[in-house]
Every structure is written in structure tokens, then in C-alpha cells.
């Protein structure tokens, strides 16, 4: 069973930057579309960004221009880097394969303070 373990969140000030980090167990990893999401208190997850194996990146209109996905293969582990922080950014992150799902991870939580 493939885990996935979400890290890099805490506190920042408005404007600031994270970089969240997303590892993977098992061999799969390079084969797949890795997404990131995020749930905000009291709303839904909602989907914000996607890397292809191919490393083609989409973004949701939310954070384009602001964050960036990337991954590296060799260690099983995708990024999403966050810059130009806005409280409304404030969720508890989590990365998945966007077109297989596995159980999902315990998040990291990102607070960006206004």
C-alpha cells in the first residue's frame, strides 16, 4: 500500500513563502500524476495544483502565478512552492495521484497570518 507523508507547513506572515513537501513509498511514484490539494476549515478539499509525468503543470486560478509544482523522481517526492502568501491560503495541505487515489496522508497545515 503506497503512503504518502505531507510536510514543510507552519505559520507564515502574509507574503511569505513555504515550501511543502510531498514523499511517496513504493516504487509507483514516477509513473503517476501527483496532485496537490487543500481543505480550508469548514469547506471542502478543494484540488490546487497537478504535475504530469511529463512534467506539465497546471494550476488552479487561485494560485497561478503564485505557487509551483515540481517533483523529482529519484527520490519520490513532489513540492509545491508557495510564494506571495494570502491568509485565504490558510488549509491543511495534501498531495495524492490525481488519477488513482491512494488513502490520503495526515496534511501539513499551512497558517498564513494576515
Known amino acids: 500500500q503506497v503512503q504518502l507523508v505531507e510536510s514543510g507547513g507552519g505559520l507564515v506572515q502574509a507574503g511569505g513563502s513555504l515550501r511543502l513537501s510531498c514523499a511517496a513509498s513504493?516504487?509507483?511514484?514516477?509513473?503517476?500524476?501527483v496532485g496537490w490539494y487543500r481543505q480550508a476549515p469548514g469547506k471542502e478539499r478543494e484540488w490546487v495544483a497537478t504535475?504530469?509525468?511529463?512534467?506539465?503543470?497546471f494550476y488552479a486560478d487561485s494560485v497561478k502565478g503564485r505557487f509551483t509544482i515540481s517533483r523529482d523522481n529519484a527520490k519520490n517526492t513532489a513540492y509545491l512552492h508557495m510564494n506571495s502568501l494570502k491568509p485565504e491560503d490558510t488549509a491543511v495541505y495534501y498531495c495524492?495521484?490525481?488519477?488513482?487515489?491512494?488513502?490520503w496522508g495526515q496534511g501539513t497545515q499551512v497558517t498564513v497570518a494576515s
Open positions: 504535475i504530469h509525468t511529463n512534467r506539465n503543470t
Open positions: 495524492n495521484f490525481v488519477t488513482s487515489y491512494v488513502p
Open positions: 513504493g516504487s509507483i511514484f514516477g509513473i503517476k500524476v
